[in-house]
């Protein structure tokens, strides 16, 4: 008899700890449903913000949330959206990229890092990111339709300023990233050759040209390489970089190798597109907003 009573107590105990768990967990539920719910109206308000260019309020808004919210993705994304907006894409690459890391399935945040790609004519980047959105994101019918447009846009400013389709535009920008890394590494010889197969491309590539005299001012080949700053020069009589690292390579015994860093220049922050006037007006256009 006592044994009985004891497993019907066992089981009311069990009975009422299960009960007891299912409360907690629907609190927590609700808890989470309310803070999201929260974070859900201060990103929309922000966003209408954003919209009404009043770019104070929203990032003050967007501290509040990120303060209550640090690992939000949500969060990153408007934080993008808001620096792309307000003319400041580098700092809106940042944000989206951490947005994407948080969220790697929400679309609108690779849309939009995408765009910051092309304000910025990092159109290699722009390509890569659209590619990883169809990748890691479901199918969102405005994201996916502006993203193919934003492509084919790229493509009528390169046919019509460049004369290049825009793989070719993009196969040249990552072999100048290649040989920048390269010569950053100190792999002077086979950052020469990749820059020097771009000079071919284009014989007017001022920043290869820089490039290619920091590589041999680095090697001890004081000669070759005041001839390529010199090169940059004639092409551009304000390009400074190149005047500075001369007048530091003429200091220089031939034979001599520069211990220090000299000053270098990624492709895309020496050589805006030909339209970049053009590119500028389209990238205007209303950025995808949640």
Request: charged share 30%; proline share 2%.
């Amino acid at each position: 008899m006592a044994k009985n009573q004891q497993q019907k107590q066992k089981k009311l105990q069990l009975k009422a700890a299960k009960r007891k768990k299912r409360e907690l967990e629907k609190k927590k539920k609700n808890a989470l449903r309310k803070q999201q719910d929260q974070l859900d109206e201060w990103i929309a308000y922000a966003i209408h913000l954003i919209q009404e260019k009043n770019y104070h309020d929203a990032e003050k808004l967007l501290n509040q949330a990120l303060s209550a919210h640090p690992n939000a993705g949500y969060v990153y994304y408007a934080y993008g959206l808001l620096y792309v907006t307000s003319g400041h894409a580098d700092k809106g690459i940042v944000a989206l990229e951490k947005a994407i890391i948080l969220d790697p399935k929400f679309a609108p945040s690779y849309f939009n890092l995408a765009m910051a790609y092309f304000k910025e004519t990092l159109l290699h980047k722009m390509v890569e990111t659209i590619d990883k959105m169809h990748e890691q994101t479901s199918y969102d019918a405005e994201c996916y339709t502006q993203a193919e447009k934003l492509i084919n846009d790229s493509r009528e400013i390169l046919k019509e300023g460049e004369n290049t389709s825009l793989e070719e535009y993009c196969q040249n920008m990552l072999t100048f990233d290649e040989a920048f890394s390269l010569m950053s590494s100190k792999s002077y010889p086979e950052a020469i050759d990749l820059f020097s197969s771009l000079i071919k491309i284009d014989p007017k590539h001022v920043a290869c040209h820089g490039n290619i005299g920091i590589c041999y001012s680095q090697m001890g080949k004081k000669a070759l390489a005041i001839q390529y700053f010199d090169k940059a020069l004639e092409l551009d009589p304000d390009y400074e970089l190149a005047l500075v690292n001369k007048v530091i390579t003429e200091k220089l015994e031939e034979g001599e190798k520069l211990n220090s860093e000299m000053k270098r220049v990624e492709y895309y922050k020496d050589f805006p597109l030909k339209n970049k006037s053009m590119l500028e007006e389209m990238s205007m256009k209303t950025l995808k907003a949640e």
